[in-house]
């Protein structure tokens, strides 16, 4: 049986709709909370790697509070090098991206433009120039996805641009042969989602202003649902591509 290996950096960003498709295909869910101290797993061939989002950042790799982040770049890097399958989700997907010789820097907005998250629903669609099309013909209609980020990314050169949003070209990309990264949260259930907008709500209101919080729970019933089918697609083609 395949080893599913997720790699965790707060309580609140878990597995969510990942849970699920992990059971569904049998594979073996060992979860590494590198917050609390977990050593990372030694790689074995057919492990598969999930890395999961944070509010921490790549600007934070040297601060004290996040010594694991070294380690876990040095990882990704040989995760890669033995052609792992990887998917990185928001945090995860920046520490891909970096990983690979990328960087990030403050998502902008507003005029005149000033650093200016990305949080709500809002569409991604299909960049013209991605390759993949097993994941460009699931986005061929634009697909409302969650935003929850500060930062956009800069790809490596390398990289195939897969998917974009109005806001961040830098949505959703491929590295190598069998490594994902998304900026956006597809794998929200919405317990995690009310819990997110409880936790973080300065981040929120930065991002949406005073009703940050009413804007969220309304999007949240309006698309939660609604989109459920198609992010599991999605999911599902990812784990599929992933697993080859």
């Not at 509010?55 to 770049?73: A, C, T, V």
Request: with cysteine.
């Amino acid at each position: 049986m395949k080893r599913l290996l997720v790699l965790q950096h707060l309580e609140r960003e878990g597995l969510g709709l990942l849970s699920r498709i992990a059971q569904e295909r049998g594979l073996i869910v060992s979860i590494f909370r590198l917050d609390l101290g977990d050593s990372l797993p030694e790689l074995a061939k057919g492990d598969l790697v999930l890395i999961l989002g944070g509010p921490m950042g790549i600007r934070d790799i040297n601060h004290p509070s996040f010594p694991w982040l070294l380690d876990e770049i040095e990882f990704i890097k040989e995760a890669l090098n033995k052609q792992v399958g990887i998917i990185g989700i928001c945090l995860g997907a920046q520490l891909l991206a970096y990983a690979s010789g990328g960087y990030v820097e403050a998502l902008l907005g507003g005029t005149p433009p000033k650093p200016l998250p990305e949080v709500g629903w809002d569409t991604v669609s299909k960049s013209p120039g991605a390759k993949t099309d097993s994941l460009s013909s699931l986005l061929a209609v634009p697909l409302p996805v969650l935003h929850w980020h500060g930062d956009r990314i800069l790809l490596p050169s390398d990289a195939e641009l897969i998917a974009s949003s109005s806001r961040c070209k830098e949505q959703f990309f491929k590295i190598g042969s069998l490594a994902y990264g998304m900026q956006f949260h597809i794998e929200i259930e919405d317990e995690m989602v009310f819990k997110w907008i409880e936790e973080d709500s300065d981040f929120i209101r930065s991002g949406l202003g005073v009703d940050a919080r009413f804007v969220l729970e309304e999007q949240q019933k309006e698309f939660g649902d609604s989109t459920l089918q198609s992010r599991l697609m999605l999911l599902e083609k990812l784990f599929d591509l992933i697993s080859a």
